[in-house]
Structures are given as C-alpha cells and as structure tokens.
C-alpha cells in the first residue's frame, strides 16, 4: 500500500511498472506503489477528470477545459490544448492507427479530432444530440461507439463521419466494451467477435446491457449487476470475460459459458458500499473482522489473505430482485444497530446475533455457511432490539430491548430461556 494522496484520486492509468494518479491537479507518479515524482501545471488549481498515455507523453483533461500534456520520461511540461466555450470536453480517446491524433468529446455532443504534435484541429464532426459520456475504440480501425447522456450509443465511422448503426439503453451511458477474438470487418459494417458480436453498455442504476451487434438488436440486460453506478466494464481480449466495477465499492467478474449466452456471475471482490456502522474482531487471535454498515449488510474481513473477504448471504436476495425488479438493498435486512458473535461452537450451530433498526427480531447468523441462520429471537415486551451479546460457551444470546428488557435464548434450538428485567425508578 502506498502513501495517501493529498486530493482523492480521481482518474488512474498505468505503463509497466509506472503508476499515474490524477489526485486534484496534480499528476502523482507510482513505481510499484512507492512515490517517484508529481506533474503539476503552473496556470491552473482544477481538478483532472481523464487521464492518457500516448507514448511517452501523458495527456491529463482539466475542468478548466484544457488538456495539458508533459513527457513523463523527462517531466518535461508539453503544450496546453485549450478549447472554446462552445466545445465543453468531456472525454478523450487515442483512435487505433492515428498517428499523433486524439479524439475529443463535448458535453454539446459534438466530438473534435485533434493534432498534438502540431496542435491543430483535424476534423469536427457533426452534433449528436445529447452531451457525450463516454468514447470506446471498436475492435475495428475508424470505428468508435459514443455513449450519450440520453442512453443512445453511436458506432460511429470516424473516418467517413457516418454513422453505422444505433442502440439506446436505460439511463446515462457510463462505459462501453466490445468482446473482442477473431473478428472481421464485414461489408455491411458488422462486427463477428469471438464467434459472437456483443457490445456491452452500463448506466447509473448498476445495470449492464449487452448488445448483438450482428443482428442489431438488444441480447440481454443484466439487471441490477451492481448496486450503484457502474464506472467501468471491459472484456478480456479474445476470452468471454467481462469485469465490471462500480460505485458500491464492488469489482465482479462475469463468465459467458452458457448454450443460451447470458453471463453468470464468476466472481467478485467488494466491501462495504456505505460507511460502516459497528466494526468487531471476531476470533481471539485477532485475524478476523467482522462489520456492519449502512448499506445493511455484515460482511467479513480476513487480516491474512484478501480473497477470504466475504459478505455473509441473506438468502436469494438475486432471484428475488429480477422478479421485483427492485434495488439489493430494498430487499436487504435493515439496518444493524449491534452484533455479538462467539466462536466457541462455530462449527455446532449459529453464532453470530444481530439485531436491526426499529426491529422486534433479532437474527442468528453461521459463521461457518457465511449465511443468515433458520432461528429469528423475538424481543418479549415487543419493544425495538437495542442490543446483543453472545455468552461464552456460545449456548445463549441475550437481547435487550427499548423497555430495558433482557431476554435470554438458546441460540442451537432457538427456544427462549428467560428474561431479566430491573426495577423503573419513579
């Protein structure tokens, strides 16, 4: 782990074993996560929103409109690439074969390519209607597709400004991949990928939406991939492999193995997506965490190995969310006030207790499944749960409720076993 940035990080990108952060307006640079050096411009305090490498020169986009470009073998300052207020960038891509040319996006929906070297404009190409998000280059040299603010996606020939076909989605395009592999460039201008032409769109709500672009048409809408925006999704070049990672602090793998060809979930790191509300070590040796946060999961964090990081399961909570067609956390226990846990008689029956935000029920959870236990402890005044503990022996769990009752529980058969309750002042 490296040291913390002066700004938060906004835009990363990398060369071998360099590492280039964009953290306010300064360009941090990395050699394996020790700090060599920083980039920072002279004219201006804005903030960076891209980042790209072009050789040896890095190429950083500002809010103040401008692009300011350094070699950064020589930390050398290059030039500054300032734009008119009629064209507002918002993105910016190297097109495949251009020599010294880039690719400019506007929040007017127009796009501008550019000369670096010489510093003059090249082309500009005509309005697409809604601001420009986001620009990925197509397996195919001169194509682009354009995601717009309104959903629409653009395959857009940039060598003839023409357009090739069209696609709309739900919502905000916020990335774009093509599944890449053995590919031919048909005279209709379609796409064979790997044996099939799929382009992959994400938006704002955490979808993510696949399109066949051979038969131009939707394939499939992988709803609720995330649970927040998805910032980024990019195939594995010539394997049918996408990885997607959002803002609810989550990175997944996705596997296109299927006869049908919809994508399974392979894999998925993440953490809590909102902050933290109770944090405990769980084992005595100091090497587990367990936590809670408001985003109304209990999650699990292994000190050793990173892989071991695990969010304990409350069920189908998938299956239900394609059949409602709600958020994850809609369908989610609410929030955790408290949580005890014991590890005792892990191995025997449930030890984890949690106890919920304006709930009359506690929740037995199994450390060993990683998954919400069958027994749920009723508060006996039918008063909120404030509180929990587990005894030592991992026989009982004990909750106290908003009246100040205590109740007492046999955590293996679920069985109350008793209350204690004190005396009320007058």
């Known amino acids: 782990m490296g040291p913390h940035c002066p700004h938060p990080i906004t835009f990363m990108v990398s060369f071998k074993d360099l590492t280039f952060c964009a953290s306010g307006s300064q360009i941090l640079i990395y050699e394996r996560a020790k700090f060599k050096n920083k980039l920072t411009p002279m004219d201006c305090d804005a903030d960076i929103d891209q980042l790209m490498l072009f050789g040896d020169l890095i190429l950083a986009l500002y809010r103040d409109n401008c692009i300011r470009i350094w070699d950064f073998t020589t930390l050398e300052f290059i030039n500054t690439l300032g734009f008119s207020s009629s064209f507002t960038a918002t993105q910016m891509i190297h097109p495949s074969t251009y020599l010294n040319k880039i690719l400019v996006a506007s929040q007017q929906g127009s796009m501008q390519l550019w ?120 195939f594995y070049p010539n394997q049918p492999i996408l990885v997607t990672a959002s803002a609810d602090n989550s990175l997944k793998m996705w596997i296109f193995d299927s006869l049908d060809g919809i994508p399974r979930l392979l894999r998925s790191r993440s953490g809590h997506h909102k902050p933290p509300s109770r944090i405990r070590f769980y084992s005595s040796d100091g090497k587990v965490l367990l936590s809670s946060g408001r985003d109304q999961s209990l999650r699990l964090f292994s000190m050793i190995k990173d892989a071991q990081n695990t969010e304990l399961s409350q069920g189908s909570l998938e299956k239900k969310q394609k059949k409602f067609q709600v958020s994850m956390d809609q369908l989610k226990l609410p929030l955790i006030l408290d949580f005890d846990a014991c590890e005792t008689r892990a191995k025997e029956w449930d030890n984890i207790l949690t106890c919920h935000s304006s709930d009359t029920r506690a929740r037995l959870w199994s450390f060993k499944k990683k998954a919400l236990g069958s027994h749920v402890l009723e508060s006996m005044d039918g008063s909120p749960i404030k509180a929990t503990a587990m005894s030592a022996c991992g026989h009982f769990g004990f909750i106290g409720s908003a009246q100040g009752q205590i109740d007492k529980y046999n955590v293996q058969s679920g069985l109350y076993r008793g209350s204690y309750k004190g005396t009320s002042r007058p």
């Not at 197509?138 to 696609?167: C, N, W, Y």
């Open 115 to 234: 000369n670096i070297r010489t510093m003059t404009l090249v082309y500009e190409f005509s309005q697409m209607g809604s601001p420009i998000t986001h620009l990925c280059q197509a397996p195919l040299v001169d194509v682009i597709a354009i995601g717009l603010l309104d959903g629409s996606i653009h395959i857009h020939d940039i060598k003839t400004d023409q357009e090739i076909m069209r696609f709309k989605q739900q919502g905000k395009v916020t990335a774009l991949s093509f599944r890449t592999g053995t590919f031919s460039f048909l005279i209709s201008h379609l796409f064979s990928l790997d044996g099939q032409s799929i382009m992959a769109s994400a938006n704002m709500q955490g979808d993510v939406t696949f399109w066949d672009l051979e038969q131009r048409r939707l394939f499939y809408i992988l709803k609720g991939a995330h649970d927040a925006s998805v910032h980024s999704c990019a």
